[in-house]
């Protein structure tokens, strides 16, 4: 089953498409990825696990330069003649993929989870491929992009890839809306073309000003979060207030986000403990900026501090400090987040469960992962008790159980789901 549903916690209006199947499978990948950080203690930065890193991006993008323009076109998986070299591509994604998580950091449980969910991506797209549902199968690799942008724009290396220069130029990906373009530009790490891409569609005539914010985000993520570079967004945000069709709502939106990246600029500096401190000073001071609770205001603040906080939990600082970390970054990537797909937000509020049962974060966390877990499956349809999948059942009772364990009574009654018959 499909269905359109709304990213209430973004606070926009934007739509993801979303399967309830892949959403399940989602929640399940988020919770098998937290059992299963490696022992490994190397960091991106090392050198020789550098070196191995990128000989398995090298697989993964010689298989992608064949998969996306394929998945672009259409029809492009049903040629009998290419089936071969597609299917040994789709493979080789998911082994280089399911090997990435040995030369990332075990605290590094983002990257670690990215890398296991592009790893299952590669293989529900090799089962639908090899079932002969090509269109799904084509789906499926243009979900897997979605990883890679992840992926790039958390770690803490900004620079382009001369392998994959001017390859999302090619023709065959001409006829795509700037704003895919600019996402396969980022997915194979054309950063500097991707921002380009962005930089003129945020002053085209062709997308409405009251499109624009998820190409605002996308934008901030990569240039704050990736790169760093305050100038550079701060320019792209100027060039939108001259958009002769900005309507004064946006107008006030952009123009705060333009103080906020002055404000918060300095900020861009700091790493290491003194990160989680600071971005709890950034969410405390979106909340000031914040006039209602759909209102986004606070964008580059959450930009800002979903970096800061990504840095933080790449330290070795104490199991309930990251447990807050987590939270925290689950809340930021609920508004932040660019694909609903990914179910990050779900994995970072896991992941403060799981890190520290005993801690007032595993509470909050719990509550808004019922929360949205109830509204997928149920408010939407008006329902007034959903009735959940046993497996996702399962799932929330797990968590439930860590937090009754850890601090007993102080997780509030779920209500009872009524039984259907
Ligand atoms: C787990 C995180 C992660 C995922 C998932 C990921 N990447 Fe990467 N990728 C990286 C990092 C980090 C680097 C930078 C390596 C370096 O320069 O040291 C990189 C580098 C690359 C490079 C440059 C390699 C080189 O030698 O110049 C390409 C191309 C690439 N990735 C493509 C992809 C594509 C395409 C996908 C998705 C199908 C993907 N990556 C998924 C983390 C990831």
Redesign the pocket.
């Known amino acids: 089953m499909r269905r359109v549903r709304t990213l209430r916690l973004a606070g926009y209006a934007a739509t993801a498409k979303e399967t309830i199947v892949g959403f399940k499978i989602r929640v399940i990948a988020a919770a098998t990825a937290i059992g299963c950080a490696l022992a490994s203690q190397v960091a ?1 930065s090392d050198p020789a696990d ?1 070196g191995k ?2 000989q398995s ?2 697989q ?2 010689s298989s ?1 330069r064949l998969l996306l323009p394929a998945s672009v076109t259409r029809g492009g998986f049903d040629s009998e003649e290419d089936a071969d070299q597609l299917r040994a591509s789709l493979e080789q ?1 998911a082994r280089a ?1 399911g090997g ?1 998580g040995e030369h ?1 950091r075990a605290n590094e449980r983002g ?1 670690q989870y ?2 296991r969910s ?1 790893e299952r991506e590669a293989r529900e797209a090799l089962y639908l491929f090899d079932q002969g549902d090509f269109e799904s199968a084509q789906f499926s690799v243009l979900q ?2 979605e ?2 942008v992840e ?2 724009s958390r ?1 803490a ?1 900004p ?1 382009d ?4 220069k001017g390859f999302v130029s090619s023709e065959v990906f001409q006829g795509l809306e700037p704003e895919e373009r600019a996402r396969l530009q980022f ?3 054309e950063f500097e073309a991707g921002l380009d891409t962005l930089d003129a569609l945020l002053v085209s005539r062709d997308v409405p000003a009251e499109e624009l914010l998820g190409a605002v985000t996308n934008y901030l993520v990569v240039s704050l979060r990736l790169k760093q570079d305050f100038e550079r967004a701060r320019a792209a945000l100027r060039k939108v207030t001259r958009r002769p069709d900005l309507w004064a709502y946006i107008r006030l939106d952009v123009d705060r986000w333009i103080e906020s990246l002055t404000e918060l600029q300095p900020l861009a500096e700091v790493s290491g403990a003194e990160s989680l401190k600071r971005a709890v000073e950034v969410l405390d001071r979106a909340r000031e900026v914040t006039r209602f609770p759909s209102d986004r205001q606070a964008l580059v603040h959450y930009v800002v501090a979903s970096a800061l906080l990504q840095r933080f939990v790449e330290t070795d600082a104490s199991d309930a400090d990251k447990a807050r970390a987590y939270y925290l970054l689950g809340v930021v990537e609920s508004r932040i987040g660019r694909s609903y797909w990914l179910a990050l937000p779900y994995f970072f509020l896991e992941s403060a469960i799981r890190l520290n049962p005993s801690g007032a974060s595993a509470r909050q966390a719990y509550a808004l992962i019922e929360e949205e877990t109830l509204f997928l499956y149920g408010f939407e349809e008006g329902a007034a008790t959903p009735e959940l999948p046993m497996d996702v059942e399962e799932r929330l009772e797990a968590l439930r159980a860590l937090i009754d364990k850890a601090q007993p009574g102080k997780l509030p009654p779920r209500r009872e789901v009524r039984d259907p018959s």
Do not use: G
């Open positions: 991106w550098r890193l990128q991006m090298q993964i993008f992608m994604v993929a990435v990332v990257a990215l890398s592009l897997m992009a990883y890679c992926c790039h770690s290396i620079d890839s001369p392998l994959s997915a194979t790490r």
